[in-house]
């Protein structure tokens, strides 16, 4: 997600790369296209990784933006991965739950918080890293971002601390009754959502990498029936468009009418550039 938040811009999570996998060859692809070429996009003032897994942080990705001067907030020990990949120490920050980083003159920071995940990239790292939930706040609006997780309580206390919200993203996608205690999915998310006070929902993870034996519109479906009946304020804006939370409405089921036959042609690595030295995006 790209977030503007007065007058700030905070990327999430950014995954341009055509496969969630260790693998330029086989693991999920993306079947969705970028909506926007790195190059193309407006100056970000902060990146905020959330963990460690390849659909949330993704090496040709950050190999690009290694060569600009965005500082990158995220969980830690993830700082190792980024550091390895070009990113400059600097750029760097770890944040332990309930730690937050405060971007340098400038009234906008980024708070780590409690999700329930796992983390790792290969056989013999898991849980070597920590995952989060990150919590974006300026002078005047605070939104919530899940990163991936299951259902728990300290929802409650994220909101008692952190809140209240103007913009919540959940994680909706990726989801099987069996991995109830790492993912949400679409019922799940409904629940967070009421824990943290039913703010605006956009959810999230659903819509690039067939990630589970569903398919990936179904968490769409699901939530356009069940959000009404929990009068939860749904936001479902197509990739690429502009949403405003305060003024959203009208939601339509574009997924319906997608062209997802990106899934059978070969892997576009189109959206992922090589950023020359000479450019770095703005911090100030």
């Known amino acids: 997600m790209l977030i503007e938040i007065d007058g700030f811009r905070v990327l999430t999570d950014p995954v341009w790369g055509p496969r969630a996998s260790p693998s330029g060859l086989i693991g999920p692809k993306r079947f969705q296209p970028v ?39 995220t969980s830690l020990g993830v700082g190792a991965h980024l550091e390895y990949w070009g990113v400059r120490p600097e750029r760097i920050i770890e944040l332990d739950w309930w730690e937050s980083y405060r971007l340098p003159g400038a009234g906008l920071s980024v708070t780590a918080a409690p999700s329930q995940h796992f983390s790792g990239r290969g056989l013999k790292d898991r849980n070597a890293t920590l995952w989060s939930s990150m919590v974006i706040r300026s002078v005047h609006h605070t939104v919530f971002f899940s990163g991936d997780t299951g259902l728990t309580t300290e929802y409650a206390t994220i909101l008692e601390r952190l809140g209240p919200f103007d913009l919540v993203m959940l994680e909706v996608g990726a989801f099987h009754p069996a991995w109830g205690d790492i993912h949400l999915g679409p019922d799940n998310a409904l629940k967070a959502l009421a824990l943290l006070g039913n703010a605006p ?25 069940a959000a009404p009946r929990m009068n939860a304020p749904l936001m479902m804006p197509r990739l690429g468009d502009p949403v405003e939370p305060s003024r959203a409405e009208g939601l339509v089921p574009w997924w319906r009418a997608a062209d997802t036959s990106a899934q059978d042609r070969p892997a576009d690595t189109s959206g992922v550039v090589e950023l020359p030295p000479a450019v770095a995006w703005p911090v100030d």
């Open 35 to 73: 909506p926007v070429s790195l190059r193309e996009m407006p100056p970000v003032d902060v990146i905020v990784i959330s963990h460690d897994h390849y659909d949330h942080l993704d090496y040709p990705t950050i190999r690009a933006l290694a060569k600009t001067d965005i500082p990158i907030v």
């Open 201 to 225: 929902f956009l959810p999230i993870h659903w819509g690039t990498f067939a990630l589970a034996m569903h398919p990936w519109d179904q968490p769409a479906e699901h939530l356009l029936q």
